[in-house]
């Protein structure tokens, strides 16, 4: 079985400090990574994965996540952050190679203040 | 042009009703999802569908019955509602099964059981 535990429920941040958001997984099988963001009142979008390669993503909008094996490790981390990242960010795993079933953490509510 | 569709918004039942969410997905997908999202934030899949086959199926009641006419539509049946179906439930979609896939999700349907 898998499981993910996001390690923060809320994170408070400053505009424009750095941010990390805390995932880690547990599976014993091979697994793909997922960050999806939900902003209030919408449904989820995928910020990034890590199906293979490179063991650091980055996505569009400055956020960027390590894929760390030997810690089971996920972090999601972005150098400067702006209001408008205020969401709640999940982080999800699914089996490599089985159907797209994806087992969400509990969430991390990102609240950024001016 | 709304990518994944789901009708109604919200909905506002009493105990015991039997009711319908609808979801429909424009993007020529194979393969749609219902998750559940329950007060805490916590979202877990339910079902997933495969070219109107059912391939994912979470240990869910079976007053849950979900029902694919075709690719692009997954409606969400459930009979006798009860108080703990209280939640947010959200349509997603993909190309296909494969886990590589990313998912889209609709806006979600908060449904309120009184």
């Known amino acids: 079985a898998q499981s993910v535990t996001q390690l923060d429920s809320q994170v408070p941040v400053f505009e424009e400090a750095p941010v990390e958001l805390r995932c880690n997984y547990s599976?014993?099988?091979?697994?793909?990574l997922f960050w999806y963001v939900q902003y209030p009142n919408q449904g989820l979008q995928l910020l990034l994965k890590?199906?293979?390669?490179?063991?650091l993503v980055e996505s569009i909008n400055g956020f960027e996540a390590e894929f760390n094996k030997s810690q089971t490790s996920f972090h999601l981390r972005k150098p400067s952050v702006h209001i408008s990242d205020t969401a709640e960010y999940f982080c999800?795993?699914?089996?490599?190679?089985?159907?797209?079933?994806?087992?969400f953490g509990a969430g991390t509510r990102l609240a950024v203040h001016p | 042009d709304t990518a994944v569709s789901q009708t109604p918004k919200y909905l506002v039942t009493q105990m015991g009703n039997d009711k319908s969410i609808k979801c429909e997905q424009n993007?020529?997908?194979?393969?749609m999802y219902w998750y559940k999202q329950d007060s805490k934030k916590f979202l877990k899949i339910m079902f997933s569908?495969?070219?109107?086959?059912?391939?994912i199926n979470e240990t869910v009641p079976n007053r849950f019955s979900p029902k694919s006419p075709d690719k692009a539509h997954l409606n969400l049946h459930i009979n006798s509602l009860e108080l703990g179906d209280s939640a947010v439930y959200f349509c997603?979609?993909?190309?296909?099964?494969?886990?590589?896939?990313?998912?889209?999700f609709g806006p979600g349907t908060r449904l309120t059981v009184t």
């Open positions: 997603a979609s993909s190309p296909g099964p494969s886990t590589t896939y990313e998912q889209y």
């Open positions: 599976s014993s099988v091979s697994v793909y």
């Open positions: 890590y199906l293979s390669g490179s063991t």
């Open positions: 999800a795993v699914s089996s490599a190679g089985g159907y797209n079933k994806l087992i």
């Open positions: 993007l020529g997908h194979d393969t």
């Open positions: 569908y495969n070219n109107k086959e059912l391939i």
